[in-house]
């Protein structure tokens, strides 16, 4: 699925000083984003932190809305692109290296720039569940479909791949990105990273040993 209309930019910058204004605009949209947060973010403030004028901001994100999905979608790009090159380090590996590596790898991109992290997570709601984001997710997922394929035995009468990767994907995201409660304050990346990893290999294990089925 693609955007919605609303939440679509007016056009795409095509030739390389338009494409530099945009990359400004939206590291402007960034800096307002942390500092003031969404509700706060005004978009002739952007324009101005940006250098540029607010109709040429205009001519290329009609509202903040848009300004903002693009800055998440520029965001989640940079996140895919992080993570297989993680994943593509990992091939042939144990399911254990695996798992390891995949949920540090998501930790270390957040760690890279939280703040900004976490603004971009606090304004989803606010601009609404933006498709695109979903296909991006799921391109990281495929990786770690072909990762699991290699190194777990298909296993008579338990999940299958797809399912695996349907609990183990969701969870791990659910977890790095604070899905339906806060992180307490007192629980760190390397502690977090390590409850999650005992997770999903205390799953992995079940599901290889064929608890339940």
Do not use: C, W
Not at 4 to 18: A, E, F, H, I
């Amino acid at each position: 699925m693609t955007l919605p209309r609303l939440l679509r930019p007016r056009k795409s910058p095509k030739q390389g000083r338009s494409r530099a204004l945009v990359e400004a605009l939206l590291d402007a949209t960034a800096r307002i984003l942390v500092s003031r947060g969404y509700t706060e973010m005004a978009m002739e403030d952007v324009a101005g932190l940006a250098g540029a004028s607010v109709g040429s901001l205009y001519q290329y994100f009609p509202h903040k809305e848009a300004l903002v999905v693009g800055l998440i979608e520029r965001h989640a790009d940079r996140e895919v692109a992080f993570l297989e090159a993680r994943f593509a380090a990992l091939q042939p590996s144990s399911i254990e290296t695996i798992v390891e590596a995949t949920v540090r790898a998501v930790l270390a991109f957040r760690a890279e720039d939280p703040k900004l992290h976490q603004a971009l997570l606090d304004a989803i709601p606010l601009v609404g569940r933006y498709y695109d984001l979903r296909q991006r997710g799921a391109q990281g997922a495929m990786r770690l479909r072909e990762l699991f394929g290699a190194a777990l035995p298909s296993q008579a009468g338990g999940p299958s791949l797809d399912e695996l990767v349907f609990i183990v994907g969701n969870a791990t995201h659910s977890l790095t990105h604070e899905g339906l409660l806060p992180r307490p304050a007192t629980l760190d990346d390397a502690r977090l990273g390590r409850e999650i990893v005992r997770l999903v290999l205390g799953y992995l294990q079940a599901v290889r040993s064929g608890e339940g089925a």
